[in-house]
Every structure is written in structure tokens, then in C-alpha cells.
């Protein structure tokens, strides 16, 4: 009986919630479907097709995805090198001082969105892809450098242990003691973040970042819906195409 008042208690208590923020933030759902809404939104659906197919916009686009790719894979190999190196610091390695700091600056770049960053990038080093790199690099080495520090604190130390009571360097039972037990669950997590990090990099482009982001911003911004639509079914199959390679090649290395 307590745990269905409990239950009940807690269902009220979220129901009243969503009904608080939906007045809160005035949100006219039934506007959606009241008067000639329906009819405005399929005529704007309509306008995008069907997609533009000249060769001239084709050829754009394709550039336009080969940029997108590079931001992409770019700034994840960017991330995953910083994220490796501040990784150690944050499992505590070089000492408790280290780490703190290690984790305090893993915490502010991975806090701070992509998003942001790239708006940020953009005003230091211009627009173009060189701020979606840098922003999509800042952001994934948070990430990445918080799962790498975590995977070397889970890793059994007896095989380090073992190389350096041998006579090994520091540096040497790290190579062979620790990293060949760690090395297949970075890459795992490199790959998934690369993937994550094609769907972003296609977005930092309405911030001027480069890439099929920016095409489809321009595109929109001039009305132009079929060539938003050609920019659109690219983004898809890129997504997809780079999904079922992570996928394959995290299936390899597992």
C-alpha cells in the first residue's frame, strides 16, 4: 500500500510538473492543428520536394559532406590525443594535484556544448572549418579524456607492476603493461564519439563552421527548400554510412 501511495505521489507530482512548464512557457499546442495550420505546414513540406538534382548542386553538396567528414574526423583525432594525455593526470598518475586539475579542466570543456564553442572559435579564428574543427575538438576531449582517465583507473595494475619491479622504465610498463589492456576500450569510445561528432559537425555550420551546415543554413535562409532537401538526404546518408563503418570496425576490434 505504501509503495502505491509512494507511486501515485510521484505520477502527480511529474503530471503537475509538465502542466507547470507548459504554462510556463505558453506553449499553444492545439494551434498546431486549429484554422489552416495543417494545410500552411503541408504546403511548406511539399516545398522541399522534390530534392535539387542538378550536377552543379551535387557537386556542392559532395564538397560540402567531404568537409563535414574532415571536421568530423579532424577534431575527434585532435580530441582523442589531448583527452589520452590529460587522461593520465586525471587517473591520477603524476599525483592527487595533477588529477584535480586534470579533472577540473576535463569538467569546463566538456560542459560547455559544441555549439558554443564553435560560436566562440568562430569569432577567434574566423568562419570556416578550422572553428568547427577547434569546437568539436574542445568539446569531445572533455568527454573523451573523462572516459579514457575512467577506463585507467578500472585497468589492473599487476602487469605494469610486474615490468617495472623487472627493471622497466615508466614509460615502458605503461606501453606494454597498462595501455594493451585500455588501448581496444579507447578506441571503442573514439569511434563512437567520431560518430556523434559527424551529426554535430553537419549542425556547426548555422554558426558558420563550415561543412553541409552552413549550405543548409544558406539554403533555408534564401527559401530555397529542394536544395535544403538535396543538403538534408546527404546529411542521412553520410550519418549512416559512418554509423555502419563504426559499428563494423567497433565489432573488429571487440
Known amino acids: 500500500m505504501k509503495r502505491r501511495v509512494e507511486g501515485l505521489f510521484w505520477l502527480l507530482l511529474i503530471g503537475a510538473t509538465v502542466v507547470a512548464a507548459f504554462s510556463y512557457l505558453q506553449l ?8 489552416d495550420s495543417l494545410a500552411q505546414m503541408r504546403s511548406y513540406a511539399g516545398s522541399f520536394f522534390p530534392p535539387d538534382s542538378s550536377p552543379g548542386w ?18 575527434t583525432l585532435l580530441a582523442a590525443l589531448l583527452g589520452a594525455a590529460l587522461s593520465l ?9 595533477a588529477r ?58 599487476e602487469p605494469a607492476n610486474a615490468l617495472r619491479e623487472a627493471g622497466a622504465g615508466a614509460l615502458a610498463a605503461f606501453c606494454y603493461g597498462t595501455l594493451p589492456g585500455v588501448l581496444p576500450q579507447w ?32 539554403t533555408l ?9 538535396t543538403v538534408i538526404l546527404a546529411m542521412l546518408l553520410m550519418v549512416l554510412l559512418v554509423d ?11
Open 187 to 218: 578506441l571503442s569510445y573514439t569511434l563512437y564519439r567520431w560518430e556523434n561528432n559527424i551529426r554535430m559537425a553537419a549542425v556547426l555550420g548555422f554558426v558558420g563552421a563550415g561543412g553541409l551546415g552552413q549550405l543548409l543554413y544558406v
Open 28 to 35: 499553444d499546442l492545439p494551434g498546431l492543428v486549429q484554422g
Open 221 to 229: 535562409s534564401l527559401f530555397q527548400q529542394s536544395r535544403a532537401a
Open 58 to 75: 551535387l557537386q556542392q553538396v559532395g564538397r560540402g559532406a567531404l568537409e563535414t567528414l574532415a571536421i568530423s574526423a579532424i577534431g
Open 244 to 254: 555502419a563503418l563504426s559499428a563494423w570496425l567497433r565489432r573488429r576490434l571487440g
Open 100 to 157: 584535480a586539475v586534470a579533472r577540473l579542466l576535463l569538467n569546463a570543456l566538456r560542459s560547455v556544448p559544441e555549439l558554443v564553442w564553435a560560436a566562440l572559435m568562430v569569432l577567434a579564428a574566423g568562419l570556416g572549418p578550422f572553428a568547427g574543427t577547434l569546437a568539436i575538438a574542445l568539446h569531445t576531449a572533455g568527454v573523451l579524456g573523462r572516459l579514457f582517465a575512467e577506463a585507467l583507473e578500472n585497468t589492473p595494475t
Open 89 to 97: 593526470l586525471a587517473a591520477g598518475r603524476l599525483g592527487a594535484v
